[in-house]
């Protein structure tokens, strides 16, 4: 029960309310970036291993994600929908590419292309297919928005390929037989990392798009397990092609990839569960922006840890970039 100066002052009540539930919003939010920017670490060759293959990491990671999901089932009743199937798909595609992307170009380089990719398509599918979202009322700063996007990534793809060509030219000046190799100029080193970053933020800017068309009854918490069901059905199929496509044989090898694979899936629905919860409290115009601060999170792991991109100069351009990412997506947001 509300203080009794609070209630025969109904405006001091509502105000009380409203700051709570802005700290409680502010907070998930903060929770949704550090695990959001924290579940590409376990695709690390560091963290797996090198011989087990990202797809097959990539299978247990969903299986993770699959039975975190179900979990939800204990909150309450569940409103099944199809549309949950298909935010299932594009979560498996996103999270696929982004493990691939993050095992190639870095935890440091990846998160800061695929953040800025899913700001961009989850802004243009607000502002032309969303059915319950407001659409853009400040067209000029959503321009502004955009173009500072568009430079952050390309300022944050340029500091990974400099930072790539510094240690190439490093590594030039080594005896042959501690050389680790070419890794810049190969369609599976940094050119192929920087497509993958990109369609793991076009398919993840766009995963709760189908919750906005799903019944009202069966949207957020309650959302959870018609996702893990359609997670289920595509991983397996999108993992097969995936060794196929590059020759490798199908071994699952539990003993070292199930730990890391669970973890990264759980780790995601952690962060998948809280944006939805912060979403409710805060709205898109708060909380997307604070979610996508998880590109530090990805970057510090990568620094800090990892210590990726050693160069200097190459680390000044990265930082100098997140911070104009983090400025365009709040542009895009209080631009809706």
């Known amino acids: ?42 695709a690390k060759d560091e963290v797996k291993g090198p011989d087990v293959d990202i797809f097959v990491f990539h299978f247990w990671a969903c299986l993770g994600l699959a039975c975190t999901g179900v979990l939800f089932l204990l909150f309450g009743p569940v409103v099944w929908t199809p549309m949950g199937v298909i935010s299932g798909v594009l979560v498996v595609l996103s999270s696929a590419c982004a493990f691939w992307a993050a095992n190639l170009v870095g935890v440091s380089v990846g998160p800061g292309i695929w953040c800025g990719t899913a700001a961009l398509a989850s802004f ?42 510094v240690e190439e030219a490093r590594e030039r000046l080594l005896p042959r037989d501690r050389r680790r190799g070419r890794v810049c100029d190969t369609w599976g ?28 009854a069966a949207r957020g918490l309650r959302f959870l397990p018609s996702m893990a069901v359609g997670v289920l059905a595509a991983a397996p199929g999108i993992d097969l092609l995936g060794l196929f496509a590059r020759g490798k044989c199908i071994l699952l090898m539990p003993e070292k990839a199930a730990g890391p694979g669970f973890a990264a899936g759980a780790t995601w629905n952690i962060a998948n569960a809280a944006g939805i919860l ?27 840890v990892f210590d990726e991109m050693k160069d200097r100069k190459a680390r000044r351009i990265y930082w100098l970039s997140g911070l104009v990412l983090l400025a365009g997506v709040t542009c895009l947001a209080l631009a809706r």
Request: hydrophobic share 55%.
């Open 1 to 42: 029960m509300a203080p009794a100066h609070l209630l025969l002052r109904p405006e001091l009540h509502r105000a009380a309310v409203f700051h709570m539930r802005s700290a409680v919003g502010l907070l998930l939010a903060l929770i949704a970036a550090v695990f959001n920017g924290t579940f590409g670490v376990f």
């Open 124 to 165: 243009f599918f607000g502002l032309f297919l969303d059915p319950v979202g407001r659409k853009v009322s400040n067209l000029p700063l959503a321009v502004a928005g955009l173009c500072l996007l568009m430079v952050a990534i390309a300022g944050i793809a340029y500091a990974g390929e400099y930072a790539c060509r």
């Open 189 to 216: 080193g940094y050119a192929g990392g920087l497509f993958l970053a990109v369609l793991a933020g076009a398919f993840g800017g766009l995963i709760l798009a189908p919750m906005q068309y799903a019944p009202p």
């Open 278 to 304: 912060s979403i409710r409290y805060l709205g898109y115009t708060i909380a997307y922006p604070i979610m996508q601060s998880g590109l530090f999170v990805g970057g510090l792991w990568g620094l800090c």
